[in-house]
C-alpha cells in the first residue's frame, strides 16, 4: 500500500503563485510514476503534469510554462509549483502514484487539495 497526503491548497489573486506538496509513504520503492491530477466542478479528471522515477516530466498544454512537477526522494515528496495562475486553474489537485509489482500496475490517490484562483 501507498499513502498519499497533499497539502498547500487555496485561495490566491490571479497571477499569483501555490506549490503543492504530496507528502508518501509505505511501499514506495517500486513506484515508478507520481503525477498531479485535477478536477474541476462538473469537468472530468485531467492530468496536469506528471514524473517518472528518472525523472522524466510531462505537462498538460494548458500549465506548460507556469506549472513545474518536481520530486524530493530523500523526503518522499512530491511537489507542484504553479505560477502565474489563472481562474480556469481552480480545481481540486490530486496526486497520484502508480507502482508496479510483478508486472501488475497499482494506482494510489490523495484525498486531494482545493486550489481556488479568484479576485
Known amino acids: ?5 497533499e497539502s498547500g491548497g ?18 514506495i520503492f517500486s513506484i515508478n510514476v507520481m503525477g498531479w491530477y485535477r478536477q474541476a466542478p462538473g469537468k ?31 523526503k518522499n515528496t512530491l511537489y507542484l509549483q504553479m505560477n502565474s495562475l489563472k481562474p480556469e486553474d481552480t480545481a ?14 497499482y494506482d494510489y490517490w490523495g484525498q486531494g487539495t482545493q486550489v481556488t484562483v479568484s479576485s
Open 1 to 5: 500500500q501507498v499513502q498519499l497526503v
Open 92 to 105: 481540486v489537485y490530486y496526486c497520484n502514484a502508480e507502482r508496479s509489482v510483478l508486472g501488475t500496475s
Open 44 to 74: 472530468q479528471r485531467e492530468l496536469v503534469a506528471y514524473i517518472t522515477s528518472g525523472g522524466g516530466t510531462n505537462y498538460a498544454d494548458s500549465v506548460k510554462g507556469r506549472f513545474t512537477i518536481s520530486r524530493d526522494n530523500a
Open 10 to 27: 487555496g485561495l490566491v489573486q490571479p497571477g499569483g503563485s501555490l506549490r503543492l506538496s504530496c507528502a508518501a509513504s509505505g511501499n
